[in-house]
T-cell receptor
Framework: NAGVTQTPKFQVLKTGQSMTLQCAQD?????MSWYRQDPGMGLRLIHY???????DQGEVPNGYNVSRSTTEDFPLRLLSAAPSQTSVYFC????????????FGQGTRLTVV | AQKITQTQPGMFVQEKEAVTLDCTYD???????LFWYKQPSSGEMIFLIY??????QNATEGRYSLNFQKARKSANLVISASQLGDSAMYFC???????????FGQGTILTVHP
């Protein structure tokens, strides 16, 4: 059982480049989300999805795009990378209900130069 | 909107001692859940413990317990008998009725000394 799989683990981009961070889960979870982690700021929600075809913005959505065509996959697209997007990115999934924990991927360390 | 505040950027504890990590929250939801996660230096997020807003008992999971004071809007994590492997970043988080939106605090770095 793989859980939540994120790829790549590390990435270096040049300013202005675009890329997609991949996230897949095999637990049939309805909810999926993307966070970025910056020093001293905890994890901040970028975008989230409550099911296939349904996405919504989180706290820091600017510069990022998402789509959810299947239950399993929730890719995060950086449209035109900026140095301010240098961060560690986590994908998470959870089941419905208040008392179910979120499962996290291993994270992607992204550096924009 | 929901908010989590962790006021201790860093904490130190002696091995085998107990330590309390503070967490206060703010929410307008009547039903909500509080979570604690551990992030070791390797970077993964590990779920530790959950407390529901209507749970009458404080949650416990092995050496972890949650000191939940609803009126004070606090959900402090207590780690008993600290071990060297407990050295990590600890995050408190809240989930309200918008089930997809988990809100995290800034985290507390715990260092366990031998």
């Amino acid at each position: 059982n793989a859980g939540v799989t994120q790829t790549p683990k590390f990435q270096v981009l040049k300013t202005g480049q675009s890329m997609t961070l991949q996230c897949a889960q095999d637990m049939n979870h309805e909810y999926m989300s993307w966070y970025r982690q910056d020093p001293g700021m905890g994890l901040r929600l970028i975008h989230y999805s409550v099911g296939a075809g349904i996405t919504d913005q989180g706290e820091v959505p600017n510069g990022y795009n998402v789509s959810r065509s299947t239950t399993e996959d929730f890719p995060l697209r950086l449209l035109s990378a900026a140095p301010s997007q240098t961060s560690v990115y986590f994908c998470a999934s959870k089941n419905q209900g208040l008392n179910t924990e979120a499962f996290f991927g291993q994270g992607t360390r992204l550096t924009v130069v | 909107a929901q908010k989590i505040t962790q006021t201790q950027p860093g904490m130190f504890v002696q091995e085998k001692e107990a330590v309390t990590l503070d967490c206060t929250y703010d929410t307008s939801d009547q039903s909500y859940g509080l979570f604690w996660y551990k992030q070791p230096s390797s970077g993964e997020m590990i779920f530790l413990i959950y407390q529901g807003s209507y749970d009458e008992q404080n949650a416990t999971e092995g050496r972890y317990s949650l000191n939940f004071q609803k009126a004070r809007k606090s959900a402090n994590l207590v780690i008993s008998a600290s071990q060297l492997g407990d050295s990590a970043m600890y995050f408190c988080a809240i989930l309200g009725t918008s089930y997809g939106k988990l809100t995290f605090g800034q985290g507390t770095i715990l260092t366990v000394h031998p």
